[in-house]
């Protein structure tokens, strides 16, 4: 079983469970583990996977607090570094009325990951490299550290994975940073998932086949494109095929693409290089299926992290 390394942010999200309250009028808050690139590792972890981490939090009771999750779900934090001058990043969230999210991101320890924070990872010991933070586009030390690492695992010839995990409340008036970052991970990256709106942003383009087309153009990895309810686009070999998403009465959407990664990353993993290179259309497209039923499997349970701990390898049956 290859071992997957995630890179990125591990912080608290503090929903307000006030529903259509403002952050400013709401009252009650709710503290949730979370960041994409934990989600993902936790996921895979649930699985049964060998995953760890590289992140940084504060040296607080919220960076402990991640740690501990962390090493519940069995995610490797050896690599996960206690910053003693900033304090763990958090995510206050609230849903408004109208659907939109109220979104304040008090930036701390997360995007202080250094080199060296890094330093002594052993990158050839990995077989894959995921790569699923937004924040490790934002300015600050973390945004060095996440190109130095992928271009490392690129060199040792890792599989590396990418979801750009796009947040419109932190980059609305720089898009053009976060879309030419991006295009550098995907240029890169042996598999990627966007979300349709994520595509249409990255190519400038208003449909899923225009979309396809550039991402085609501008690389040869595998990609999934996710389009809610209809399902997933697996795209590879300059041909996209339609993977039915699972019918369920959802309770929380949280963390479904960030299983449907992890179970991907979970299941690549148990494969050696030479069957990775080998894999055609119908086994991609069984790897998806899979990946759909953890994404399921997660939007039944509230919260993220509370899903993951219903993840076992019994759902890809």
Known sequence: MNKILC?????IDMICTDTGSSLSDGQHFLKKPGGAPTNVAAAIAALGGLVEMSAKVGNDPFGRHLIDVMNEFGIGTKHVTKDEKNFTTLAFVSLMENGERDFYFN??????????????????????????????????PLQTTYKNILLKAKENSLFISFDPNYRHLLFGNNQASFIEKSWEFISLC?????SDEEAFLLTRTNTLEEAAAVLFER?????????????????MNKQTYLIPSISINPVDTTGAG?????????????LNKEEIVSLNKDDWSNLFVNANKAGARTCEYMGAM??????????FD
């Open 190 to 194: 042996n598999f990627y998932k966007v």
């Open 258 to 270: 960030d299983a449907f990664v992890g179970a991907l990353l979970y299941q690549i993993s148990l």
């Open 107 to 140: 930036r701390g320890a997360d995007g202080m990951l250094d080199e060296a924070d890094t330093i002594n990872i052993d990158i050839p010991s990995f077989g894959i490299a995921h790569f699923g933070s937004a924040t490790g586009f934002l300015p600050g």
């Open 306 to 315: 509370e899903a993951f701990k219903h993840l076992n390898v019994g759902i």
């Open 219 to 235: 690389s040869n990895a595998i990609f999934a494109i996710t389009i809610g309810k209809e399902g997933t686009l697996l795209g």
């Open 7 to 11: 890179i990125g942010e591990a912080l």
